[in-house]
C-alpha cells in the first residue's frame, strides 16, 4: 500500500515538472518578425553586412528600407557558447539592400534588445 502511493506521488511530481519546464517563448523556424529601427543604423545584433560590401555588389546601403520590414527565420543554429544564431529573409522575398538574400542574427540578443520585434 504504501509503495503504491509512494509511486502515484513520484508519477504526479515528475509530471508536473515536465509541464512546468515548457518554454512558451521558444522560437523556431518559420516565425516572423519585424526589424525595429535603431538610434544611429546601429545595429549590434542583427550582422548586416558593411557598406561597401552592399556597395561591391550592386546593392544600395539605404537603413530605411529595411526598418518596418517582415522577416522569416530560415534557419537555426545553436552555437558551442549557447548563443542561437539565426538565418533571416525578408518574407516579400526581395533582397536586404538589393544585394543580400539572407542575414545572420544572434536571436537571443536581438530580441532582448528590440532590434527585432
Known sequence: MKTSIFTLFVCAFLSLSSFSQKNSDSVKVGDIFTIAKVEMNNYKHIKFPKD?????????????????????????????????????????????????????VDLKKALSSKELI
Not at 518596418?68 to 533582397?95: D, F, H, M, P, Y
Open 52 to 104: 561597401n560590401f552592399i556597395i561591391k555588389k550592386g546593392g544600395i546601403a539605404n537603413y530605411k528600407n529595411i526598418v518596418n520590414q517582415k522577416v522569416k527565420i530560415t534557419a537555426l543554429e545553436e552555437k558551442k557558447n549557447g548563443k542561437t544564431q539565426a538565418t533571416i529573409q525578408l518574407t516579400s522575398g526581395r533582397s536586404f539592400f538589393k544585394s543580400h538574400k539572407y542575414i545572420k
